[in-house]
């Protein structure tokens, strides 16, 4: 796990300067404390910020060929590098070190651009081909790793966080307002957007290269779902023998590791799994970390406690307080650099920092497991409101939306009327392939009331629910609703949100590596040819990953009902109906008229309803934690302040 950035000259045979790729990579130093490298050659430059976890002594990068025409910087792991490795030297291919980057740079040599093909891993790679003067960059199939460009002054700048391309002068500082609509949408910016005028994300799955002046970007993998109708009639037993079998080479493969591995135990299904897979079918200890909550609302310490004891785990918990997510919110939006609608990320910073003093760098995580199985309400929502449809005027059959929710006192199902009245909306877009998430995006954008008259007249008529449909394949409508609804839930949440937020950045801020092996293109692929019954069985989400994983986990742990990841949202910002100091001086009318994002009175309400304790619901919670989190970044990468600003 690294960081990495460079330099393109495109108009120019002029090289980038070594004090330009410095400031760019230092920028970058908590996701490599332990070394630096650097490329100067002709036009380009490229920079390595490096996270030593494989051949701690002979991988420092860049890493080239035998005869060091080909160079690469990486960010990632390649998991299956000694197969690999093992392949390419029965080609001839001589090896310089025992790091997994050096097999990109063979590949390159043998298959070119389709060596991503052969990649089992995580990464954002730039490579840099100098007889034909090309550079390539590419990202991982899901986007677990980021990678971000922008041209400016007759260059191309790449890194891995937009910070380090605001380290140059050219790089303009501006937030796109457009992406701002569709995060207060879609939860994230549509691909390749980020939250910065002129700066874009290389989305999931793609690959960059530029040649001659001329930037190219194509897609090289996508989660393909099978047409309507098609079934390969396996039974149930067979589906889920061969899912266990691909789930214990996925998380054995990510163990491959010279620095100790640990995993995160959520007390779900998720963490649970891969817990249990290391616990019986690999010899590496297991030790496991944990987040736990002050407010019973939010905790499940009960649980992770249960497969503590039932794994014999040497186990590390971190209790949350709101306390601590108000203190370092400011952080994690520096770290994130996107505005986020939930504090949930905070709780994760707090993790990974006793990750690391524990002396852990790495670390497995169950994320992926609902995308990938199934797993969410939203999934099994949609359902309902689709076999609702067919009787619309049915009193009973929404009352069937109350199983759904539990755990939730303020859930849409509490109440009959209501919860039949909100699961009914959105039914004009029954035909769409974006149907099951009209009811999240509509809750989302109801935060538009707080934008200023200007930007919400100006994002009315470029951010709709439609936006989505460019993104999507053109035969989605014939694939089965479930198929078409994770394929939705996988390019705008996944990657996003939850890969970007929750994932990567929460644990690079202290220099920690996560591992999914849910998001393992091999399991994705097999994921996606899984017949919808055998995922969803009746309202039972993830069916045959539970069938796949019994004997193995507790069957309270089977059985119980899925509790989503939450925590404290607007109260953590205020003390005895106060808000904290920082909150008070950034949401200002001055400071908003400023920004210009917002209403200044309708966030004033706001706050005062925060303040009183009054904001129970959804809507205002991330109506709230989106202006607060807008306004940070902002003010950190707008206006210049360094997180600190805001202790």
Known sequence: MCGIS??????????????????????????????????????????????????????DQPIANEDGSVQVVFNGEVFNYLELREGLQARGHRFRTRSDTEVIVHLYEEYGDDFVHHLVGQFAIALW???????????????????FYTLA?????????????????????????????EVFTFWAPLEPHSLFQGIHSLPPGHR????????????YWDWEFPADGIDNHQTLEDWATQLRELMVDAVSLRLRSDVPVGAYLSGGLDSSVITSLI???????????SIGFEDEEFDESGFQQELVDYLDTDHTHVTCSREDIGRIFPRVIWHAESTILRTAPAPLMLLSERVRNSGYKVVLTGEGADEVFGGYDIFKEAKIRRFCQRFPDSGLRPRILERLYPYLKYSPASGGDFGKQFFRQGMEYIDQPFFAHVPRWTTTRRSWRFFSPELKQQLSEQVTFESILSLLPEDIGSWQPLNRDQYVE???????????????????????????????????????????????????????????????????????????????????????????????ELLTEEELRRAGYFNPGAVQKLLRKCAGGRVIGFS???AFVGILSTMLLDKMFVQGYSSEAFV
């Open 6 to 59: 460079g330099i393109l000259n495109l108009t120019r045979h002029e090289t980038p300067s070594r004090d330009e790729l410095e400031r760019m990579i230092h920028a970058l130093e908590h996701r490599g404390p332990d070394g630096y490298g650097f490329l100067l050659d002709g036009p380009a430059g490229l920079a390595h910020a490096r996270l030593s976890i494989i051949d701690l002594e002979g991988g």
């Open 129 to 147: 081909d100098a007889p034909r003067q090309r550079l390539l960059l590419v990202r991982d199939r899901a986007g677990i790793r980021p990678l």
């Open 153 to 181: 002054g007759g260059r191309l700048y790449f890194a891995s966080e937009v910070k380090s391309l605001f380290t140059q002068s050219v790089v303009t500082r501006e937030l796109d307002p457009v992406a701002l609509g």
């Open 208 to 219: 960059a290269s530029v040649e001659r002046g001329e930037l190219r970007v194509e897609r």
């Open 279 to 289: 616990r019986n079918f690999t010899d590496t200890p297991l030790r496991t970390f």
């Open 490 to 584: 996988n390019h705008t949440l996944l990657s996003g949100y939850l890969l970007n937020s929750q994932g990567d950045r929460m644990a690079m801020a202290n220099s920690i590596e996560g591992r999914f092996p849910f998001l393992d293109h091999r399991v994705m692929e097999f994921a996606a040819a899984i017949p919808p019954r055998y995922k969803i069985r009746g309202l039972n989400e993830k069916y045959l990953l539970k069938q796949s994983m019994a004997g193995l986990i507790p069957e309270s742990i089977l059985r119980r009902s899925k509790q989503p990841y939450r925590a404290p949202d607007s109260q953590s910002f205020f003390r005895d109906g106060k808000a904290m100091d920082w909150v008070k």
């Open 620 to 622: 205002d919670n991330m």
